[in-house]
């Protein structure tokens, strides 16, 4: 099979190309014919580095991705060969990225896919989605899983709404029922957030957002899906509704954030940290139930019209495809593995 393999940090350069056997699933495993890897920026966060080696002899980078299962093993129950299936976390911990023809996983990392979904929008759910979900159900007392109507009568600011992750969080938010309002740097941008189904869109480059934001939302926001916390905490401050949830993720525009302290406590405001990797099986099964339910009612589209361009590599072009996030593109970047996808 085709394998794009690394075995030491770098940039893209360190990608290569390769033929190698696909493995065989062991006790609580699968093995996935991957149709599309899906890139995020962690994948070229976590390829990237001055040379180290990597902790495994070789690794196949990308941890999110779409396929259908090739191969069960033991004691593996509620997947069979022939599922199509959307797969995340697949290389946490492990060499078994999905940039390649076959990728043995943990069964817990394959999640079928209801009739009728792409293997497209599939791809794109994994980092992205499940980050959204955890985002979305932090508050003190909003609802912890997501469902159709879970988020009546909230308001939800989100941060770069034209975003990978901030494009999962409209789309959930709006599913279940929230007043949606995105910040964007740009018409383009702004163009995106509100095809992903944001009902309010703010430029915070060229508007006065927290102004704006107190007009559309006058008794605050109850969540923020905040992806530069170092850059909007005072806005955050100013908006958020007493009790109301803050959830960072990322780093994005600063390392360091300053908290203004009396708009935050005398709100009663929880403010969140959020990692993925470490955030622990019960809140990933959830998203990963919840994200499904959402797949099922035709809530998360992708494609330019929903809100995410796609931007196609084939296989061999990895190394495109990360420089691509890398740099910032603008929509999804997705590798048809199969060849057959575009
Ligand atoms: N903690 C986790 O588990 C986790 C999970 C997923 C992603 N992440 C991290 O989250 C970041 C975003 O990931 P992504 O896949 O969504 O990337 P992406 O598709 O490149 O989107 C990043 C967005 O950030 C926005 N942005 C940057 N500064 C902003 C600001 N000051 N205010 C509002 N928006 C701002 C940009 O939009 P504008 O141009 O409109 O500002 C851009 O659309 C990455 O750093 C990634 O590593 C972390």
Not at 66 to 90: H, N, P, Q, S
Not at 146 to 162: M, Y
Not at 166 to 191: F, Y
Request: proline share 5%; glycine share 12%; hydrophobic share 45%.
């Amino acid at each position: 099979m085709r394998s794009i393999v690394y075995s030491r940090t770098g940039s893209s350069s360190v990608l290569s190309l390769e033929e190698r056997e696909p493995g065989n699933p062991g006790p609580g495993e699968v093995r996935v014919k991957v149709t599309v890897s899906g890139v995020n920026p962690t994948d070229w966060k976590a390829r990237a580095g001055s040379g180290a080696k990597s902790a495994f002899d070789e690794v196949v980078p990308n941890q999110d991705g779409a396929g259908v299962i090739d191969a069960v093993g033991e004691g593996v129950t509620g997947l069979a060969v022939g599922d199509r299936v959307w797969l995340y976390l697949t290389q946490h911990q492990r060499p078994t990225g999905t940039a390649q023809e076959y990728t043995v996983i943990p069964a817990e990392r394959a999640v079928k896919l209801p009739e009728g979904i792409g293997f497209d929008i599939a791809a794109s759910l994994g980092v992205p989605a499940m980050t959204a979900h955890r985002a979305l159900t932090v508050h003190e007392f909003g609802p912890a899983r997501l469902s159709r109507g879970s988020l009546d009568g909230r308001a939800v600011l989100i941060a770069g709404g034209a975003g990978a992750v901030g494009h999962a969080a409209i789309q959930l938010a709006a599913w279940a029922g929230a007043n949606v309002i995105a910040t964007i740097s740009s018409d383009e941008k702004a163009a995106l957030a509100r095809a992903a189904g944001a009902h309010h869109i703010v430029n915070y480059r060229t508007e006065d957002a927290a102004k704006r934001i107190a007009e559309i939302s006058p008794d605050g926001v109850d969540h923020i899906v905040e992806v530069s916390i170092a850059q909007n905490a005072a806005l955050d401050g100013e908006v958020i509704a007493n009790h109301g949830s803050i959830a960072y993720y990322a780093d994005n525009g600063g390392e360091e954030a300053t908290i203004p302290l009396r708009p935050t406590f005398a709100k009663n405001v929880r403010i969140q940290g959020l990692l993925l990797y470490t955030v622990g099986e019960a809140a990933l099964s959830a998203a990963v139930e919840d994200i499904t339910a959402a797949l099922g009612d035709g809530a998360l589209p992708v494609g330019e019209k929903a809100g995410l361009p796609l931007i196609w590599f084939p296989l061999e072009e990895t190394a495109a495809a990360h420089d691509s996030v890398e740099h910032g593109a603008v929509g999804k970047v997705l590798i048809d593995v199969s060849g057959d996808n575009r």
